[in-house]
């Protein structure tokens, strides 16, 4: 089979599986990586077999969001070249989707990512130290500090935030920490124990309770946070309230 000459707008990363020597099974045999709106053409042998992954933009930028303190990357090619890593990762792609039980998308979600990393790590060129720029507008902040005050109780970490303002991971928490000051994991924080003093004041719910729905793993977490953040415990604030 031959594939004429084309493009993608992802970064396409490949690898070919021939025959073993015994003739029983495959294995991999080469790789190639071409980068975004790069033309290449394709094609596999008979009793061959290739796996293609499509790494899209937003992958690769987030990728290198975490990796790089750079602006900008390019992807370097290469052309059927042995490269372990990339085999092994497309070798597991391959087993996923004959498996039994049917490919898993976290699965390979999680294999899309590692080949990211590694792609960027080992095939990419960086450009132009990266500088925080700006800070977040007033409404960015009342849409963030929405989310966490829905989710107080909830699991959600940095990347949950990121996504709202269409950043990765690592420039977010720059981001966040020249405008309010604070990383997002203490402003989080902040925003529980703002919530708990309205709970204590209000004085129609236990300590255990406030704890519980404050997303605290337990009362004496939760009193520890508070008395490090206001000075007194809870019980005492409570008292004072009333």
């Not at 790089?68 to 370097?76: A, E, G, L, M, V």
């Not at 999680?110 to 720029?133: D, N, Q, W």
């Not at 700006?134 to 963030?144: H, M, P, Y």
Request: with cysteine; hydrophobic share 40%.
């Amino acid at each position: 089979m031959v594939l004429p000459e084309h493009e993608h707008v992802e970064t396409q990363i490949q690898t070919r599986f021939r025959p073993t020597a015994t003739g029983i099974g495959l294995e991999p045999y080469r790789s190639s990586l071409y980068a975004p709106g790069q033309p290449h053409s394709g094609g596999v042998d008979d009793n061959w077999e290739v796996i293609v992954m499509l790494l899209d933009s937003q992958l690769m930028s987030e990728a290198a969001d975490e990796l790089f303190q750079r602006d900008r990357f390019s992807i370097k090619p290469f052309h059927l070249q042995c490269s372990g890593m990339v085999g092994q990762l497309n070798e597991a792609v391959r087993s996923e989707f004959r498996s039994p039980h049917g490919p898993s998308l976290f699965y390979l979600e999680s294999i899309s990512h590692v080949m990211a990393g590694y792609i960027l790590r080992h095939h990419a060129v960086t450009y132009a130290k990266r500088a925080v720029r700006g800070t977040f507008s007033s409404a960015q902040i009342r849409r963030l500090e929405k989310f966490i005050d829905e989710r107080l109780s909830a699991e959600f970490g940095i990347s949950d935030l990121a996504a709202l303002v269409k950043l990765g991971p690592q420039r977010f928490t720059e981001r966040f920490r020249l405008t309010t000051g604070m990383s997002p994991w203490q402003f989080v924080q902040a925003r529980r124990v703002q919530r708990a003093q309205l709970l204590l004041a209000e004085r129609r719910t236990t300590l255990a309770e406030i704890a519980l729905s404050l997303g605290f793993s337990s009362q004496s977490h939760f009193t520890k946070v508070f008395r490090d953040a206001v000075g007194i415990t809870p019980r005492t604030y409570r008292d004072n309230c009333s």
